[in-house]
């Protein structure tokens, strides 16, 4: 089934009329991004891509469900309790289509957050490209895979009105 295309939004500004945010960067520059041979010569591959279908990725290599991120940054960039991350090689993660879609925001603290600038989709997190290994939004991939987070992180930011899920998974406060 074909997605539609996206409309390029207006772009982010800060309140200033007249600069662009400080925090935020464009990644269509960006280098391009390797993908791993993978164990025996066999690489497997999830495709993801963001509400609006602009940005397309691929990861590639060894991908691992991971864990909800219950940190402030993760939650007011969701709007939910938590985000579902996995984690990957930030060299495994490819970006197929909308390279110029893509905007990264850093906040004071925590690490960088990577969105679509059209619908806003949160795709990435802890500082892709630029670090070693990278979170991918788990809602963001589109093939099915194995597994789901095995564990709660950061649940010392845990809101007042939010209750853990008693699903046995390991917390950690940070």
């Known amino acids: 089934m074909a997605r539609p295309a996206a409309v390029r939004g207006p772009s982010l500004r800060a309140r200033s009329r007249d600069a ?19 164990s025996l010569g066999r690489v497997s591959v999830l495709e993801g891509s963001c509400l609006c279908g602009g940005v397309r990725f691929e ?30 090689r930030s060299d495994s993660i490819r970006i197929t289509a909308g390279r110029e879609l893509l905007r990264t925001y850093q906040p004071d603290e925590g690490s960088a957050k990577t969105f679509c600038s059209v619908c806003g989709s949160n795709l990435f997190g802890a500082g892709w490209p630029e670090s070693e ?19 709660h992180i950061f649940t010392r930011s845990v809101a ?3 209750t853990l899920p008693d699903d046995g998974l390991l917390c950690e406060e940070d």
């Open 160 to 162: 007042a009105w939010e």
């Open 20 to 38: 662009e945010h400080p925090r935020l960067r464009a990644r269509a520059g960006g280098a391009q991004h390797l993908e791993p041979a993978g």
């Open 59 to 88: 990861v590639s290599g060894e991908f691992e469900p991971r864990s909800y991120c219950h940190c402030t940054s993760c939650k007011r960039l969701s709007g939910g309790a938590a985000t579902a991350n996995g984690r990957a």
């Open 133 to 151: 290994f990278a979170s991918v939004r788990l809602p963001a991939i589109d093939t099915p895979f194995e597994g789901g987070p095995t564990r």
